[in-house]
């Protein structure tokens, strides 16, 4: 028991800037050392918890912690998957609260800042291609940007009509 | 009352923040900087550039840094800013810890059912337009400094931006090298 929560928060804590860096990892200990699952296996629970809602690190520890251990080895891989990023950030913004004016800091960040919107926005070319938009469907992630930023529509509203919107127009208009 | 607030908050993003951390940091922004007033625009910027450079998913990462400046910006004591941050990281796995379970009961093939399918197809193409926002979102004087008052600041962050959009997307560097170097320009500069 104390072993999944071991090799999920390791795996967590590697997880360094977004969660898809981490499937090697995953594949390596899960499946080549531990041998808690197949590689195919593995490869559907990736597909379901990449489209799942939240976090992808939480769902897929779920996932494994869940067919070793039902309720009990879930909530073991969850807490190891969080645990370590929650301590480590947690230490991080208590000492970022009282560095932040200093100016040093402050001057770093200003330089920062930039790159942080440069580096949201590059993912949004890749996705583009990864989701298949064309020119039939490259409506709907402008008009849901424009939404959201110009009229400030929370983008839980659009995920609900952007999911209804989809069921409908297959199952209702075509 | 901010506790509370916190809980439905995260628990709304957990269940819809469908297509990874960045959709989330959209949803999070939204909820937390435009709606609430938990925090400033360029506390979000630095609080995305701090999860990014540490390990660990964005999206706990941000739950557990937005739960605890929200609380202390409030005027809350330290243990409180401690609380907020357990509380709005619970929040945010959840429902996905709750649906991760469903599914592994009952419905571990829904994925290529028609319905899913049909959702998906809208889902996908907003998701990015998601992401999109947030950037634009994130274009603010808070940020890059204004051409007028503070012409200096904004034509080195547009520097900035445009080195990190084209090393990213072209060559593919490494993101926590990219912000220790315009850490480094900001220092030198500013």
């Known amino acids: 028991m104390f072993e999944l929560f071991l090799t999920f928060a390791k795996i967590g804590l590697f997880t360094i800037g977004g969660g898809y860096a981490m499937i090697p990892l995953i594949k390596e200990t899960v499946v080549d050392k531990k041998q808690w699952t197949t590689e195919e296996d593995l490869m559907d629970l990736i597909a379901v918890a990449q489209s799942c809602p939240g976090v992808f690190a939480i769902n897929i520890s779920v996932f494994i912690g869940y067919r070793m251990r039902r309720l009990p080895g879930a909530l073991m891989c969850a807490l190891g998957a969080a645990l370590p990023s929650f301590i480590i950030i947690l230490a991080i913004a208590m000492f970022f609260r009282q560095f932040k004016d200093n100016p040093t800091v402050a001057s770093i960040f200003r330089g920062i800042r930039p790159a942080v919107v440069a580096l949201i926005a590059v993912p949004v070319f890749k996705m583009a291609r990864t989701s298949k938009i064309n020119i039939y469907n490259s409506w709907i992630p402008i008009v849901s940007a424009l939404c959201i930023w110009l009229i400030g529509v929370s983008p839980i509203y659009i995920i609900l009509i952007a999911a209804i919107g989809g069921y409908t127009y297959r199952h209702l208009l075509k | ?190």
């Open chain 2, 1 to 190: 009352m901010i506790f509370l607030l916190l809980f439905i908050t995260f628990f709304q993003i957990g269940l819809l923040g469908f297509g990874g951390g960045y959709s989330m940091l959209s949803m999070i922004q939204t909820e937390v900087v435009t709606l609430r007033g938990w925090m400033t625009m360029g506390e979000f910027t630095d609080m995305v550039a701090l999860s990014q450079m540490t390990p660990g998913p964005i999206g706990i990462n941000s739950a557990t840094y937005v739960g605890y400046t929200a609380v202390i910006n409030a005027g809350y004591p330290e243990w409180a800013g401690i609380l907020g941050s357990a509380l709005a990281t619970f929040s945010l796995i959840l429902p996905s810890f709750i649906l991760m379970i469903i599914i592994c009961r009952f419905l571990l093939r829904y994925k290529s059912h028609p319905i899913v399918e049909s959702i998906f197809s809208g889902l996908r193409p907003a998701v990015v337009g998601l992401i999109a926002a947030a950037a634009l979102l994130l274009c603010t004087e808070d940020n890059f400094g204004s051409p007028t008052s503070s012409p200096w600041q904004f034509w080195i962050s547009l520097g900035l931006f445009t080195f990190t959009f084209i090393g990213q997307q072209v060559y593919k560097m490494n993101p926590i090298l990219i912000i220790c170097m315009c850490g480094l320009a900001g220092w030198i500069l500013f």
